[in-house]
Structures are given as structure tokens and as C-alpha cells.
């Protein structure tokens, strides 16, 4: 038998429970070994609840029972989180998480600790919830040099983008009953402006790249500027906005960065809606591969921390190998990276506001809505972001526009 | 340093060589020591070849050198392949293979000898290409119970199948250009008649529920009577038509097909086109999650079965627990499975026609087509697929119909 303690009785903690007890056989099976709960960590106290005889208010009781050789890490946030999964890493105790701020900030640390006493930090359930990643990028794709991960890592942005496109709604509408349903948070900051999905995509540029990725120089822009006009424009283009986080290699250098982006409507990515995510990985070997699955939820959440728990049983004595050095790796400036663009152009003058941004810009593709009167969309040739936003700026001068605006990045 | 041999220098073992060389020092880093083919097997001498210097003829140097740790088979088919892959696990040695004929026959029996010695079968390979499935089936999602794999598993099937999609042909025209490619064999029965498929569901069933699946048991039904026709139903029901390997647990019994089947274009396996497969599974905890990418190629499968190695390298010494029992497991008859299905009916006297169809199969949706006279297309409603073929009799007796034709197994 395996003693656990689980730190945390929010969504995600009282969702590991309910899943060690509703498939009990089957995971003991696969774990080799029973797993026992023996401590739950929280400052509440369930009266009433059959958790209630499991509850500790205090982590010197799970820290020094040498009984305990897995935590479960489930309260999310940086503090007090991060002292107490290095403790416990420090006594010997391997420790699964689902926090995406710790493992953002803290991770290349906490990996070379549980390297260096051999024991192990895992935390596939902090990116993509359910969907298996993190285990198949450490294990599945080592014959492979990983040269670009794209992917929809926030369910709520996509559930907002979804709706959006099926009910014909603005964003603030679509918020607002997303808020009302639980999909989104009172303050929804964290998902709507790109951080969530931005310390996502530093875990996994970090795992892919091997060397530290600083969230905090990821260009992140989240989707609150997106219009019903944009989707109506996207549609007429045959695609789909997307919140994308990508991160790539060019050469020896690489770029990431989080922002709304329109996808073909063929890509695999343009067709994962509500609150499914996905993870697009190209490998040098291997060529394209994709992963998909709710990204977030109880259960999908709590059923990556059990795998996790299952794999550190199995490895009570043996790190599982990471490549995440504490070296942090220089990203490339946004700015020197190529793309093309979509923008709107309001005009004065529609012939001359053509002509001009043919010039500046060039026009790989034109389109109009019949709705709205006055500009046209354009997607421009391809310049470097810096580029883009000097030309954006010579033309919002031009006496033919009235207003340059809502740029979305273009993929495809 | 690990030494290693290929069996076989076909087209899977030649990528093994160049995948090794293209990525040594990442590939070396992950495994945690230097990979060193020492023989491959072959027939030939492949004289100035780089290769020629590693080529053995004989087994016997292979299985009789105790510096060989990991044996790669990239052979196909059962015979010799078992033979030796047998006395390689009996010997001590690590087999990789990406065999799906071997694992669909005889993987419980292999896989039992190598936890018995304590070392690793490892057959990422055999199902999807460089698609990791096998690996998350049985390391990623254990905290679940498997109720349901689908997939497309069969990539010449896709590529035809999306053809007569994009570019409005039929079978015939488009099988011959996937031979003129290289995208089908000379002789494409294993592919079109759907055995290729079968075996590869016969061998993610086994894993995912943990007993032998007999491929000879599953019902298989290929492509071959798909015509134009039933594509233009298939838009017109807004579904593609793909052919779709499954098995499905119903309270304790399993049930297991292969055959074309209508599914709606919302679904993320209609949108996956050409070479590429996918496989949708559900857990009971995780929901649904999708693993997408190549299902076949020289350098997606030698991906995969590099990572194998990879993975057996880090596990010389320890079986890395596989739950496939040798106990074989009852599959209930597709007779006795619920189904909705697509029907064409060409008719004598329309209106009876219809009535007749109501009166017999119930109509959930009625379909016909612009340039095809004297016919309609129907999705019935559900009944056992046994009660479906002695309706379809009843029906061929009437007089107002003409003929019953072309079913389609219809998903959603």
C-alpha cells in the first residue's frame, strides 16, 4: 500500500477522490500497489462530509510522515504552494501537480530536486487538463527534435470564440453567459487576457526546448478586441479565429507568443470548439501530431493528476527523466518574427485606401462584408511584426484611411 | 553504450538507421546513453551501403551475442518474426517492433514472457504510425476505465476515401491513382477490404480493456462498394463517410467492427483527411480525448519505434507493466449491437416506397439526390443490426421497391 496525501479539497482535489474511489481496482492494478489517501490538507474542516476524518489543517503532519511517498499539489497558486511542494520534494516525497503558475515559475528547480533525489515532479494535468501532453512530449516524441507546438490551451476563450461564431453574438454577451454557466470566471482576466494560456505554452516550450522559457517575455494578447464583424470576416476567408499560443524553433533561436490568429478552416486546430482544447506538435522526424481533449473540468483535470500519481508509484525510486534545464532560453523579439496580418481598413476615399495599402502593405487577399459599409478587410504580405507595425503607422497617416484596425494574426 | 540489432532493412528499418543518425544527440541524451546499432538482418548485402558493414544473415549472431540489449523487428508479417522476436525475449533481450500482424497474434503471449524476465515488449509502432497511442493507453490514462476507441486506423483508406470527397471520383479511378503514388500497394486488399484495420482495433481493444481480442472475430467490412453516389448522400446529410474501426464496452461486454461509416461533419475524426489517422477515445473519468497525426510513412513509424527503444534502453531491467492477459475475450455478435444505418432504395412506385421504409424501418432522415432518379437515401431508425438484416429482406419482397442497396453504418 502507497500512502498519499492530497494538498487542497477545492474542484481539482475533491475530483482526485471522487476518481481514486470510483475506479479503485483499475488503478490500484495499474499502479501496482494500493493507493490509500491519508491526509487531506485544508483550512476547512467538511464537517459531515467522509472526508472530514482525512483533514489536516496543518502540512507538518504530511510533511514528516514518512509514510506519505506521494503529495498531491492541488490548491493552485504560486504561494504557499511552492514551499511546500519543494519540502516536500527536499524529504523525499515525489509530488504530482495540476498548478500552472508553479510549475510556469518554478518548474526547471523543482525537477532538478526531485532529478537529484531521485524521485519525481510531474504535472501533466497543468497544461490541457485531461489531454495527455506532457508524458507523450517526455516520452512519446524522443526520437524526435520538436520544432513548433501550437495550440488552443484555454477552454474558456474557445468556448467565448465558439459561441460567438455559432449564435452570431459579440464577445461581451457570450462572456456573460459563459460567467453564468461556470465556464468563466467572475474576474476573467487570467483566461480572456492570454495568461493562462501563457504560462501553458512556457511549460511546454520549456519541456519541448529543453531550457527554461520565462513567462512573463511571452508577447501574450488575449481576445476581449474580438467583433462579430471580425468572425464575419473570417468566415468570408474560409477561416476561424482561434486564441493560439504557439511556440517555434527557427534555427537555433525560438519565438512564442499568445494571440488571437486565423486558422483555416481545413487545419485540425480550426475545428476544436467549446471548451475542448488542443495541441498541435510538429517533430523533425515525426512530421505533424495532435492531441485533443476537454482542457480544463473537474474530472478530465483529476484524471491526469491520478495518472501522474499511478506513474510515481510505479517510480518510486527512479526519476522519470526530464529535459528542463534551469538555463533560461533567450526567445527572439516578436517583432523580428515574419507573419502576415489581417486587418480592417475604414476608408475616405475606397480607391485611393486600396491603392495605399497595396503600396505599404501589399494585399494577399481582399474582402468586403455586405453588412458594413465604409471598409474591407485585407490580409497582408508577409513582414516582419515590426514591420507591420511601422506600416500600420505610415498607414493610419494616409488622408484615404480613416482608421486601421482590429489586426489578427494570419496563419495560413 | 547499448548495442542494438535491426531485423529487417525495409523500408521501417532503413528510417530506424536514419532517424538514429539525423537526431543521435537528443535521441542519446533522452535514453541516457549512446544507442549503437551493431547488425541488422537482412537477406541482401546492400554492397556500398553504409550499412553493408552491420549486415548479418544469420539470427544466430544476433540472439547468441549477450552485448545486444534491444532488438528491433521491422520485418512484418508472422513468420520468422515470431520466431525470433520469441527467442529474443526468451534470451533476455528487449524486442521493439512495429509488427501489427505479430502483436494482433501473438502480443499477449510475448508480452508475458518479457514481464516474466523482466524486460520489455514495445510496440508503439504497429497501430497509427508515429501517432502515440499505445504508450497513453497504457501509461496516461489509467486513472480511467475505457468505454469506447474509435479511429481511423488505415491511411490508404482515408487518402481514397477523401479523394472521392474532394475531387468528385469514384473508387476504381482513385485506387489506381493511390497505387500510381505509392499510397496503396500493388495488391491493396489487406488495405481496402479493412483487415490492415482490424488488426490494428483488435490490438488497441486488448490493451484498453485488457484481455485478447481476436482479430479473426471482429466484424471487418472494407470500401470497395463506396461509391460517388453515397458520398453526395453522405454531404447531404452533412456527414463524411470514413472508415471507422471501433470497440466499445457495453456494461461487460465488448463489441468490435470494422466498416464505413456516416459521420457528421462536426465530429473531429470527419475532418481528418488524406494519409492522416486519428483515434477518439473515451474514458470514464477523462471524457473524450483525440490523438491525431500520420498513420503510416517510413519516418513516422521509425519515430515511434526510435521512441520505443528509447524507452526500452531507460527500462533494461524493469517490465514496464502491460495489461493484455492471454485470457481471450467473448466479443458480442454485431447482430445483437443497436445501430441507426444508411440505406439507398430504388423504387417502383415512390410513394408505397416510403410508406413501406416507414412501416418497416422507421425513417429518421430522407434523402434524395439531384441527378440520381427513381431512388431515395434514408437513415433508419435503431434496431439490433440483426433485426436491420431481416428488415432489409422484408423490404426486398415488396413490390413498390426495386432494390435495397449500399447500408452504411451510421454514427450520429
Redesign the interface.
Known amino acids: 500500500m502507497i500512502n498519499v496525501a492530497i494538498l487542497g479539497y477545492g474542484t481539482v482535489g475533491s475530483g482526485v477522490v471522487e ?1 481514486l474511489k ?2 479503485q481496482d ?2 490500484d ?4 500497489k494500493k493507493i490509500n489517501v491519508k491526509y487531506v490538507l485544508d483550512l476547512r474542516d467538511f464537517e459531515g462530509d467522509p472526508v472530514q476524518k482525512l483533514i489536516t489543517h496543518n502540512i507538518e503532519d504530511i510533511l514528516g510522515d514518512e509514510d506519505i511517498k506521494v503529495i498531491v499539489e492541488v490548491m493552485g497558486g504560486v504561494e504557499p504552494a511552492y514551499t511546500f511542494v519543494k519540502r516536500a520534494l527536499l524529504a523525499g516525497k515525489s509530488v504530482v501537480t495540476s498548478n500552472k503558475e508553479l510549475v510556469a515559475k518554478h518548474g526547471a528547480e523543482l525537477l532538478k530536486i526531485a532529478r537529484k533525489n531521485e524521485i519525481n515532479f510531474l504535472f ?1 494535468a497543468s497544461v490541457g487538463g ?3 501532453i506532457i ?2 512530449l517526455n ?7 520538436i520544432t513548433d507546438i501550437k495550440g488552443i490551451l484555454n477552454g474558456t476563450t474557445n468556448f467565448i470564440l465558439s459561441k460567438m461564431v455559432e449564435e452570431d453574438l459579440d464577445f461581451e454577451t457570450v462572456l456573460k453567459q459563459a460567467q453564468e454557466k461556470g465556464y468563466a470566471e467572475k474576474n476573467p482576466e487570467a483566461d480572456i487576457e492570454g495568461h493562462d494560456a501563457c504560462r501553458k505554452i512556457a511549460i511546454l516550450s520549456s519541456l519541448a526546448f529543453g531550457m527554461h522559457v520565462n513567462y512573463e517575455e511571452i508577447y501574450t494578447e488575449g481576445i476581449t478586441h474580438i467583433t462579430k464583424e471580425d468572425i464575419k470576416y473570417a468566415k468570408k476567408l474560409n477561416c476561424h479565429i482561434k486564441l493560439l499560443a504557439e511556440s517555434k524553433k527557427i534555427k537555433n533561436h525560438v519565438y512564442a507568443y499568445v494571440a488571437p490568429t486565423m486558422i483555416n478552416e ?1 487545419h ?1 486546430l480550426a ?3 467549446g471548451v475542448f482544447n ?1 495541441i498541435y506538435v510538429n ?12 482542457g480544463a ?1 473537474k ?2 483535470t ?6 501522474d ?3 510515481a508509484v ?1 517510480h518510486l525510486d ?1 526519476n522519470i ?1 526530464t ?1 528542463w534545464s534551469t538555463k533560461e532560453m533567450d526567445l527572439i523579439n516578436i517583432a523580428e518574427v515574419s507573419a502576415k496580418v489581417f486587418l480592417r481598413i475604414a476608408y475616405n476615399d475606397e480607391e485611393k485606401a486600396k491603392n495605399k495599402v497595396e503600396q505599404i502593405l501589399g494585399i494577399e487577399k481582399i474582402v468586403e462584408l455586405d453588412n458594413v459599409n465604409g471598409e474591407f478587410g485585407i490580409v497582408s504580405n508577409e513582414w516582419t511584426q515590426g514591420e507591420i507595425q511601422e506600416k500600420i503607422t505610415t498607414l493610419k497617416q494616409s488622408e484615404s484611411i480613416r482608421k486601421v484596425y482590429n489586426e489578427i494574426k494570419w496563419e495560413y
Open positions: 476518481v470510483t475506479n483499475s488503478i492494478k495499474r499502479a501496482g501533466e485531461g489531454i495527455p508524458r507523450p516520452k512519446s516524441l524522443t526520437a524526435d527534435e481545413k485540425p475545428n476544436v470548439n488542443a517533430g523533425n522526424i515525426i512530421g505533424d501530431v495532435m492531441f485533443y481533449g476537454s473540468g474530472l478530465p483529476a484524471s491526469a493528476v491520478v495518472a500519481v499511478v506513474d510505479k527512479r527523466i529535459f
